[in-house]
């Protein structure tokens, strides 16, 4: 999944983008609010965490824009201020949740599964196709009995398509939602994670369960 932090403070970024990559997240960052709504207007991000003490445009403004605009992307707000005005004011424009910082990493991380739970087509936890199960908290996968060691990259991209079983995945998609702005789009790195996960996941003697579509993509399809 990927997202998208918007924060002034360069020190707070690092901090949570270094910890949301080691989590599995691909992290793009922007330090001010127009370069922030610039990225979110362009990109497809699956969460969008934003400050709302910023230079250019404030984040209370760029969340505003971007609902104004049919975005639906969920919005976690952080900001300094703990008055209940401040947390109605952020809620009022659209933003989805509300963090106050000082914050812990792991209360963070929380709540970024929560939203991004609660946008899924379903909330539980799994995510699931068949006899293949990807536990979203606790990032353990299995097929059937077997459990499944994947490295963070291959875990990115089969949550990716577990969320979307059965529909036809582009690599522009795949690169979108499990790489970030730095990825080189004329590598073949989405083939060889596709490559990695099916020597993983698939069983000897059985069709693999990620579909090449032909001129298109992939698919995942039940067993």
């Known amino acids: 999944m990927r997202i998208l932090i918007v924060d002034d403070d360069v020190r707070l970024c690092s901090i949570i983008e270094r910890g949301l990559t080691e989590e599995g997240y691909a992290v793009d960052v922007a330090h001010d609010g127009e370069e922030g709504q610039y990225y979110a207007e ?32 969920p919005i976690l707000m952080l900001t300094a201020k703990d008055a209940v005005a401040d947390r109605v004011d952020g809620l009022d424009t659209g933003a989805d949740d509300y963090l106050v910082k000082p914050f812990a990493f792991d209360e963070l991380v929380a709540r970024v599964r929560a939203l991004t739970r609660r946008h899924a087509p379903t909330r539980s936890t ?73 020597s993983k996941i698939d069983i000897e003697g059985k069709e693999s369960l990620i579909e090449t579509v032909r001129g298109a993509g992939y698919r995942l399809r039940s067993s």
């Not at 362009?42 to 049919?70: E, F, H, W």
């Open 42 to 73: 362009i990109s497809d991000y699956d969460l969008v965490v934003l400050d709302i003490m910023m230079p250019k445009i404030d984040g209370l403004t760029v969340c505003r824009n971007l609902r104004v605009a049919q975005s639906d992307v």
């Open 126 to 198: 799994e995510l699931a196709l068949g006899d293949l199960a990807l536990d979203t908290v606790t990032r353990r996968v299995r097929r059937g009995d077997r459990a499944i060691e994947l490295t963070t990259k291959e875990y990115a991209v089969l949550e990716y398509m577990l969320r979307n079983p059965g529909a036809v995945i582009t690599r522009g998609m795949i690169e979108e939602h499990a790489w970030n702005n730095d990825f080189d789009s004329v590598s073949n790195l989405v083939d060889v994670y596709i490559r990695r996960l099916r």
